[in-house]
């Protein structure tokens, strides 16, 4: 079979030659099917568009029976190309009538078929349509059969923009029924209330020409393209603002290069070659590079897509000539920004004093993006049910990012419930603040420590707002998850440096390099596994590889000269490893004496508890550690063998049950007899409910997320510790269900706050 992309420039012009002439629009789509099957030596090419009401019609066909055109019909999400445009992935299947998705048409003829391959036709990301090919044979299509399909797909959506094959009016319809709807839900990635208006954040770009015979006119045009993106990202960073602002600085370092990817370049050079306009091309790469990343299993690769994206986004603006976002107009007052994804550099050139709020339809809770909304106070919410990117602009909006939802122009009942809720909120964090330098003493006298959960340098700002007493977990591993090759020991220093500079006098307890599992580094090259958390990740990695944790506790060492130096290591699960890791260090402190190079003027060695095993070897580690801390939300990960991140089995073992409790119950009682100091870290610790079980069985140090530092010191200032240790230990004794509705009962009786 010769494949589709053996003469791209031929059939580019063949295509062009169809898309331009003056026959009708469906002509035109019949020519161009005939085309694609001719090529790609197909039985089969058809030709689905969506009509009014999100029904999949089949418009044209060569090879299929010539009555089913105008009569097959698939709702969205019916059958294999119903899901195709469900979804927006592309399928390849040697034998379609085996998927389970798979959906049977008499009036067709496509039973003899097996092999199909079918890719979405995209217009201003939207699906409008689907394009299929199939054969008799058994057989998997190429990946430059299925780039040259997705390719053709591009140039069939100029029959949608022009309203030749269906109305605008008909295009429309279809979205009747999502428009309708004023309640979306998502996930929130950043906490807060926001009342305001909608405002579209790119604008409606549609790229009306897809073909070019004239090469060297594309190319230049996407070189100028590229020249004026690069000149608008160095204006962001060069911002005031930006400029001293470590982890925005360094998340816009990655996002640069991103931009001055020469791979990326020379793709779309090549895409343009073929026959495609500048604009044509950058799509055509990223619908490419989406199709491939959403397939991958790695998640640091799926949520860097959003920074692919954005920057791809905002070239085809610049060639287009509309480079400008919603930021560069003039915003109203109450600004609720609204996009399918944005980059971080986007988010910051919106003005702070307007903008209220932003709703994403896609995006992680982890990508650059959230990170530094969280990092600025601005709520925002991702991952929304589909629909939301047809709201209009200016319409009212309320964004509800405590209980992941928005409501798109509320009812009046709704909106008063929710400025209620906002003036609430007002009032309860003012109240938060105003404690800020009261101590963390519950009612009966016990002193408890709270310190923060960190890993960038935002972080230590929290600390200070909410008046957190140090940091009792410092991740390490974000510096390394930006980076394309292995940070080297200067620039590592640097950093630590800066971080304990910020905290003052007050601690910072380092982790050193939790890796693998879910966090990958691009210049660890790892095999697949099958179930990465209890692969080789952490101090598993650091043991295999000593150069990288040798050089981090150099960094680490260097940056702490003058202070001391709090370390500890994660995921060990025996003694040894334990007396390996702090082998190392010992070598380290040895190397940088010799060197005589100025040195911390203690060292605190300590221990992540995170694997149970290690729970049953306390009387061994207690005498060689300098403190403990509990990684609770991998030690209950393991205890109870449940993934942590499985929606099916979040809600099936409650960390505030019997047997949890007990075994936290256990480590608090063997560290207090050897005098070793013991922190929690994690979940639990940062809820209200949670942490007052915790206090009830011992522990007097959690460290949380500083927005958690407010509220859990307001519990502990209305507790009597001493009534709730007596009820806890009671109902440990007798029960062995969760305490959880228990302990909110107390609470509510004796007038704890929670």
Not at 88 to 100: E, F, K, M, R, V
Not at 158 to 164: A, C, H, P, R
Not at 219 to 224: F, G, H, N, S
Not at 524 to 536: C, F, M, Q, S, V
Request: overall charge negative; glycine content about 6%; proline content about 4%.
């Amino acid at each position: 079979m010769t494949p589709i992309q053996s003469a791209p420039r031929l059939l580019m012009r063949q295509l062009h030659e169809i898309m331009a002439s003056a026959d009708e629009a469906e002509v035109r789509l019949n020519n161009v099917v005939h085309l694609v099957a001719s090529n790609m030596v197909s039985e089969v090419c058809s030709a689905y568009f969506i009509r009014g009401g999100d029904i999949l019609e089949l418009f044209a066909t060569e090879g299929l029976k010539s009555e089913a055109v105008h009569n097959t019909r698939l709702r969205v999400g019916e059958g294999l190309v119903g899901l195709v445009a469900a979804t927006g992935a592309s399928l390849n299947l040697s034998n379609a009538q085996d998927h389970p998705k798979f959906v049977y048409r008499p009036e067709t003829g496509e039973e003899i078929y097996k092999s199909m391959m079918a890719v979405p036709i995209l217009r201003t990301g939207k699906v409008v349509g689907v394009l299929v090919v199939q054969n008799q044979a058994s057989r998997h299509y190429s990946e430059e059969e299925e780039e040259a399909l997705q390719t053709v797909a591009m140039v069939l959506a100029e029959l949608v923009v022009s309203g030749d094959l269906i109305t605008s009016q008909e295009q429309n319809d279809g979205n009747m029924d999502r428009a309708m709807v004023s309640k979306f839900e998502g996930t929130i990635f950043a906490e807060g209330l926001a009342e305001g208006v909608v405002v579209m954040h790119e604008p409606r770009v549609e790229i009306t020409q897809h073909l070019s015979e004239d090469y060297d006119d594309q190319l230049e045009k996407l070189a100028q393209g590229f020249e004026s993106l690069l000149a608008q990202i160095d204006e962001i960073m060069s911002a005031e603002d930006i400029l001293h602002h470590g982890e925005h600085r360094e998340i816009l370092d990655v996002y640069k290069l991103f931009a001055r990817d020469k791979g990326w370049r020379a793709k779309i050079e090549t895409a343009i070659e073929s026959g495609l306009t500048a604009e044509a091309a950058v799509e055509k790469i990223q619908v490419e590079n989406r199709s491939k990343m959403m397939k991958t299993e790695d998640p640091y690769l799926r949520e860097r897509l959003s920074d692919l994206d954005d920057l791809a986004n905002r070239l085809i603006r610049h060639l287009m000539g509309k480079a400008g976002t919603a930021a560069s107009k003039e915003l109203p007052v109450n600004a609720v920004v609204v996009a399918r994804n944005m980059g971080p550099a986007e988010l910051l050139e919106y003005d702070r004093e307007k903008l209220k709020a932003v709703v994403l339809q896609e995006g992680s809770h982890t990508s650059h993006v959230a990170i530094v909304a969280r990092a600025l106070g601005i709520p925002m919410l991702g991952q929304m049910e589909t629909g939301l990117l047809d709201v209009d602009e200016g319409v009212q909006i309320i964004v509800h990012g405590l209980d992941g939802e928005i409501y798109i122009a509320p009812p009046p009942e709704i909106l008063e419930t929710y400025r209620d809720a906002i003036s609430s909120r007002a009032k309860l964090l003012a109240r938060y603040d105003n404690m800020r330098d009261k101590p963390v003493i519950t009612k009966d006298g016990v002193e408890i420590e709270l310190v923060i959960n960190g890993g960038l340098a935002m972080d230590i700002e929290g600390m200070h707002r909410t008046g957190a007493s140090g940091v009792g977990l410092f991740r390490t591993e974000f510096q390394f998850m930006i980076s394309e090759t292995l940070p080297r020991v200067h620039p590592q220093a640097e950093f630590y440096k800066s971080i304990i500079n910020a905290a003052g006098e007050k601690p910072v307890t380092f982790r050193t390099l939790d890796i693998g599992g879910d966090k990958e580094v691009s210049f660890l090259k790892r095999d697949n596994e099958e179930n990465p958390a209890l692969g080789w990740r952490a101090i598993r990695i650091a043991l295999d590889r000593p150069a990288l944790l040798r050089y981090q506790l150099r960094a680490l060492i260097t940056a702490a000269a003058g202070t001391t130096l709090n370390v500890m290591f994660p995921m060990i699960t025996t003694v040894d490893e334990f007396k390996l890791a702090k082998a190392i260090l010992e070598k380290e402190l040895n190397r940088h004496q010799r060197n005589n190079r100025p040195m911390p003027v203690d060292i605190k060695v300590g221990t992540m508890l995170e694997v149970p095993s290690l729970v049953w070897q306390l009387e061994e580690l207690l005498p060689i550690v300098d403190f403990i801390s509990i990684g609770s939300n991998d030690l209950m990960q393991f205890f109870y063998a449940c993934d942590r991140d499985n929606p099916k089995l979040s809600n099936r073992y409650d960390t505030l049950s019997l047997p949890s409790l007990n075994m936290l119950r256990f480590i608090v009682d063997k560290c207090s007899a050897q005098n070793v100091p013991l922190t929690l870290c994690g979940e639990i610790g940062g809820r209200t409910v949670g942490a007052l079980a915790l206090l009830a069985i011992g522990f007097r140090r959690l460290s949380i997320a500083p927005a958690a530092i407010g509220p859990v010191k307001m519990m502990i200032r209305s507790l009597n510790l001493g009534e709730v240790e007596q009820f806890v230990n009671e109902l440990l004794s007798r029960s062995s269900h969760s305490i959880r509705d228990d302990l909110r009962a107390f609470a509510r009786d004796h007038d704890v706050r929670i």
